[in-house]
Each structure stands twice: as C-alpha cells, then as structure tokens.
C-alpha cells in the first residue's frame, strides 16, 4: 500500500479534478492553476505560538517548599513515635536502648563542640579527596575502555566486577600494603568508587544516538573535536550518574575503612563512634549514625540538584 | 525515459551518479539494496526520491553524503560540501538553539561575533530569530526542524539531502514548512535532493521526481514536474500528478505480493 495520506476530503475540487484528470488518463490539463496563496510570516509564527505549550504556573516558593516538607517531617515524625514506644515498652535496658530525647540531648551536646567539627572537617577532606582521586581515575579508563576494542574486552568485564565486590573485602589487603595509614582508606576508596565513574562514562558513550554521531560526520567532526563537541557532551548524564553512585560506593567505603584502619593521632568520625561504642554509650553511637545519615542526604541532594539542573536544561523531564 | 535525456542540456551537475550499486553484507547473506542507479542533480534543482520502503533511498543519501561507499560505480559530488537533514531533527540538547546553529560555524574556525552574526541571520530565514536562546526541547518539531535546517544552511554546503524530514509532523505544519523550504531553497540557491514515500509531497516541492523500484533499488521513472510554483500540495495539477505517479508506484509494490 502506498503510505500516501488519503486525499484531503475538504478540499472536493481537488478531489474532483483528481478524479477528472485520472479518468482522462492526462496530466497538466487540469482546470486553470488557481490563485496561490503562499503562506504569511504571520501565519508561520501564529502556529509557532499555537504549538508551544503554554508557561506553567510554579506557584510561591513557600507553597513549593511546603508541599515538599511535610510528608518528610511527618515520616520523621512516626519514626520517633516508634522509636519512643518501643522505649517505653522496656524492649532493651535504657543505657542499651535510650530514648529519643536522651539521643537528641546527646546530639545537640555534640554539634556544639569544635572536636566534633573537627572530626567531621578530616572525614570529609579524605571522602572529597578520596572521591576526587576515583573520579580522576574512573574516567580516564572510562575513556580509555570505550576508545579501544581490546581494553574493553581485556577489562570490560573487570570494572562491572570490580562494583559489585564489598569493599570491605579490600582492608585486609589494603593494611598489609599500606598499614594502618591514610593510603590503605585511600586504597579502598578508590577502588570502590572509581569503576561506578568509569562504567558511567562508558555506557554515556555506548549510548549516543546514532543520528547524534552522523550529524557530527555531516560536520566534519574527528577526532579531538569529535569527542570535544559531541562524544562528551552527549554522555554527560549517564557520566553525571555514575558520579552520584560513585559517590555513594566512596561513602561506604571511607566508613567502613575509618572503623576498622584507626590511623593513629587522627579522630575522625569513624573513630569518635568506634570509641563511643567502647564506652557503651549508645546515645552517642545513635548521634554519629544519624551523622552520618544527614551529611549522606546531603550530599546525595547535590548530586540529585545537579542531575535534575540538566534533565531541564535538556528537556528529559516528563513535563 | 532514459536519464541522460532529461540532463543532457544546460547548468552543470552537481551531483553525479553513474551505475551505482550497494550492497551489504558478503556471501550468501549479501543484500542488495541499490541496483546500478543512475543519477545526475543539476545546480539549483530540486530533486524528490519517491520510492516504497526496501528501495534504499536513504541509503542513496547516505552515499551522497560519504557516510557510507559505495559498492561499484562512480558517485561524483565534485569535492561539493553537503549538508544532512533527518526525520528527527537531532539538535544537541547540551546547546541551545543559536548554539546548535552556530555549531557547523565554529567547526568551520569562523570567529564568536562573526558566527553569532550568522547563525543569527539563518535564524532569521527560517523565522525563528526570536527563539534563539531557547532550549530545542522548548520548541515544536516543526520549529525544530526549521532550526536543523537554520544549521544545516550554516554548513555552508553546496547540496541539501533531506531524508524523509517532514515524515513525523502533522500535516499543517509539514504545509508550511513546504512553503518555507519552497522560498528558502529559492532564496539561498539551494541544490536539494529530498527523500519521501509521500507522492503528493514529491510531486508540491519536487523539479523532478525519482520513482524507485524496491529490492533492489533501481530508477523506474524520472518525472519532470512542470507545474508553476508556488504550487500547494491539494491543487489539482499536484493532486493529479501525483495520481499518475501513485498507480505506477502501486504496481511497483505490487510486483513484490508473494
């Protein structure tokens, strides 16, 4: 079948000096070329207008922050309802199992201290160090995988692997090279992290449209410039996602690592809540978790910020 | 008709195709998808292929274009610079409009104000010069289009190949971007080679169009298209014309039932 459309039924005279024509089996003895009217700029521009989707109303900012909020407070809310029942119900004696109030008592003595801040500052120079180093890393053999066949099938494989493996798997080995220093948490860090940056990278340049890659040939893009004006760019957000996971492997591995290689003359948090925990002060323990927790989010809303700045800038958010 | 009759007289050709075969892929699993095509594009001519799908127009393009070769015969562009369109438009998401159309400028090496200033003037042909920092995705297709053919202009190229470009638009905007094509392709001088499966399209934009016959691909017929422009797409003389070409179309298909 021909994938013509059917001929327009508003249009009869057409249609009838189609049929006439067709009959007559000639062509070019139609009737007499009507007066054309070619289309108006106005009229380009009416449609242009007609076709764009009207600006949606964001509401105030309060409004939008609100709406955001609440469901959250309520959640903490219930959480610490529980928390406080199971208190009460006399599960766990009260110095295994204290209250929420004792644990933000607790909390709040401890923010208030400069110790504190000071353990927190070392854990996140050697988590952005550390991050920093798997970033450096996982791209560059990112970009050496996808660029050449034989890497990619000699170690292809090993990264994927390499991402699964718990790092804690890495200590023992990463103390006997390195003792009980900075470099063994270092170590594992960036094993953790960096094959999540580099397997981003990776499937960011597997996956760039085909016509994307024929409009840069059409161009004349090679090589450097290729890869400048189009190969990067386009896998900015698979690689952008392989960060924030990245991030989330280099999170857990630097925790883990500040608990177990306890480097010495260093109080970081790992630390502080190893020592909370020989002295079996359990509100403390709670506090650094919750630590923990906060600055987890926190971090991870970064890279959501950034992540959602270029789904808009884009246009791949479902609006 | 033979091809060498209807381009023997005047203009030079810019876009020479002579026994042109293609296949893919060796052995048994050889396909063949152009058989011996034959092909000349005079200067300013605009030219349709017509064909039903499995009769390798847009791997015609392609060719023309140098993203693939060809597999015997001569193709000669003459050294010709040419420019690409698709059905999608496929402007880069990461730049905006005027970004995406200074893009062919600035691998050209054309300085930040020069290009500005042109990229600024082609969206002024294709009459969106006041979306020129506007995200593609901000736009309609058929606006986006218009921006892909703003950057294909901007590729300063010789030939225009237009594969199936109006194929996902609703057709009051394909109407109207067949009279913008129309008067930008007058303007600018253009030399076009345009692949459709639309008859009636073929016959409203076309000087000559190329029926191709499927699996393989070979020149059927060369329509010369006489019609005065501007022409629209539901007068009669484009309606009846593109009757004519539609039955020797359907019975091109229909050779292929069984």
């Not at chain 2, 300013?44 to 292929?49: A, I, R, T």
């Not at chain 2, 409009?97 to 290009?115: F, M, T, Y």
């Not at chain 2, 008859?199 to 020149?219: Q, T």
Request: proline residues 5%; contains cysteine.
């Amino acid at each position: 079948m021909p994938t013509e459309p059917p001929a327009p039924t508003k249009y009869a005279g057409a249609r009838a000096g189609l049929e006439g024509l067709l009959a007559a089996e000639t062509t070019g003895l139609g009737p007499e070329p009507q007066k054309i009217k070619t289309l108006t700029a106005d009229e380009v521009s009416g449609l242009d207008a007609l076709e764009l989707a009207p600006k949606r109303e964001k509401g105030r900012l309060g409004l939008r922050l609100w709406n955001s909020a609440w469901p959250k407070l309520l959640a903490i809310a219930i959480v610490v309802l529980a928390w406080e029942l199971v208190y009460l119900a006399e599960w766990k004696p009260a110095y295994v199992f204290p209250s929420p109030t004792d644990v933000f008592a607790t909390l709040k003595d401890l923010v208030t201290t400069v110790d504190f801040w000071d353990g927190v500052r070392l854990t996140m120079t050697r988590a952005i160090t550390g991050f920093a180093l798997a970033v450096a890393i996982g791209t560059v053999v990112g970009a050496a995988v996808s660029r050449f066949a034989p890497l990619r099938a000699a170690i292809g494989s090993l990264i994927t692997g390499l991402q699964t493996m718990p790092s804690i798997m890495w200590f023992p080995l990463a103390i006997l090279l390195f003792q009980l220093g900075e470099q063994a948490i270092m170590f594992v860090v960036v094993i953790g992290a960096a094959p999540s940056v580099a397997n981003g990278l990776i499937s960011g340049i597997d996956y760039v449209p085909r016509t994307w890659l024929r409009v840069g040939q059409v161009m004349g893009m090679k090589g450097f410039s290729r890869y400048r004006h189009l190969i990067l760019p386009a896998s900015l957000p698979s690689f952008v996602s392989g960060l924030k996971q990245g991030w989330a492997f280099s999170w857990r591995s630097l925790m883990a690592g500040e608990l177990l290689v306890i480097v010495p003359g260093t109080i970081s948090v790992g630390v502080r809540m190893q020592n909370a925990r020989d002295l079996s002060d359990t509100p403390l323990v709670i506090s650094y978790i919750l630590v923990v927790l906060v600055i987890g989010i926190l971090i991870d809303q970064l890279f959501n910020a950034a992540d959602n700045a270029l789904r808009k800038r884009w246009g791949l958010t479902g609006s | 008709m033979s091809i060498l009759e209807t381009t023997s007289v005047r203009t030079e050709s810019v876009v020479r195709i002579e026994n042109v075969s293609k296949t893919y892929g060796s052995g048994g699993n050889a396909l063949l998808a152009l058989d011996r095509v034959s092909l000349d594009v005079q200067q300013g001519e605009f030219v349709c292929l017509l064909g039903a799908s499995g009769c390798g127009k847009s791997t015609l393009l392609s060719l023309v274009a140098g993203l693939d070769g060809i597999s015997s015969g001569t193709l000669d562009t003459g050294g010709r610079k040419v420019a690409l369109m698709f059905q999608e438009a496929a402007l880069f998401p990461w730049l905006s409009v005027i970004g995406n159309v200074e893009l062919p400028l600035r691998l050209q090496g054309v300085g930040k104000a020069e290009r500005r200033k042109r990229a600024l003037e082609l969206l002024e042909v294709v009459r969106l010069s006041g979306f020129a920092d506007k995200r593609p995705h901000e736009l309609s297709g058929g606006m986006r289009q218009r921006v892909a053919l703003a950057r294909a202009l901007a590729q300063n190229a010789d030939v225009l190949l237009m594969d199936e470009p109006f194929g996902a638009l609703d057709a009051m905007t394909r109407d109207i971007l067949h009279d913008e094509l129309e008067r930008i392709w007058r303007e600018q001088n253009l030399t076009v080679l345009f692949v459709t499966h639309n008859v009636r399209e073929a016959v409203r934009l076309g000087d000559r169009v190329i029926l191709l016959s499927s699996r393989p691909g070979r020149v059927i017929e060369d329509f010369p298209i006489k019609h005065p422009r501007p022409r629209r797409i539901d007068s009669p003389e484009v309606s009846g014309q593109a009757g004519e070409i539609t039955d020797r179309l359907r019975a091109e298909v229909a050779r292929h039932a069984n």
